[in-house]
């Protein structure tokens, strides 16, 4: 009996911990599809960074080729492309925490998807969908510069206090 006391004690302790570490990591990285193992999020919806940065091409990572970087997941196709990222994690991954460049210029933290992205001056963004990315194409440098401007102000911001 005195066991299933101490497990239970444990367990709640576990938990408790638990939540404290994900109030303290607020949203600074988009990470909507699902966890890894160790319960951090995986970015960019599980697909590789690395390719996505370099021509923007689609290619779906896989989980055996993870790398847990600054709180976020990246999933990466290959050994190699796993590497690169290794060696240079800020080249790669996305601008914004991986939400939408569009949505971080009108104030606001949303998801983005690999499917609309652009690399200006070496750098990667991600748009919600077709509509945020027209618009976004429509003034390219004042949209980059009012994100910008919006970032810092909204980087360490649980989503739901910024989208209100």
Same mark, same amino acid.
């Given at each position: 009996?005195? !066991?299933? +006391?101490?497990?239970? $004690? ?12 994900? &109030? @303290?990591? =607020? ?53 190699? !492309?796993? +590497?690169?990222?290794? $060696? ?12 939408? &460049? @569009?949505? =971080? ?60």
């Amino acid at each position: 009996m005195q !066991t299933i +006391k101490t497990l239970i $004690a444990a367990a709640t302790f576990m938990g408790a911990a638990s939540v404290a570490t994900a &109030a @303290f990591a =607020v949203d600074e990285y988009n990470v909507s599809t699902g966890t890894t193992g160790s319960g951090v999020g995986v970015a960019l919806r599980g697909d590789d960074t690395v390719a996505l940065a370099t021509g923007l091409k689609m290619i779906p990572g896989h989980a055996k080729y993870t790398v847990e970087h600054d709180g976020a997941a990246y999933y990466f196709s290959s050994e190699e !492309t796993k +590497k690169k990222f290794m $060696a240079n994690p800020e080249r790669y991954m996305p601008q914004y925490g991986g939400f939408c &460049a @569009f949505g =971080v210029a009108i104030g606001k933290k949303l998801d983005a998807s690999p499917r609309f992205a652009d690399i200006v001056d070496g750098k990667l963004y991600v748009f919600l969908n077709a509509g945020a990315f027209k618009k976004y194409k429509e003034d390219k440098a004042g949209t980059l510069a009012k994100a910008e401007k919006n970032w810092p102000g909204m980087h360490h911001v649980a989503v739901a206090e910024v989208n209100g």
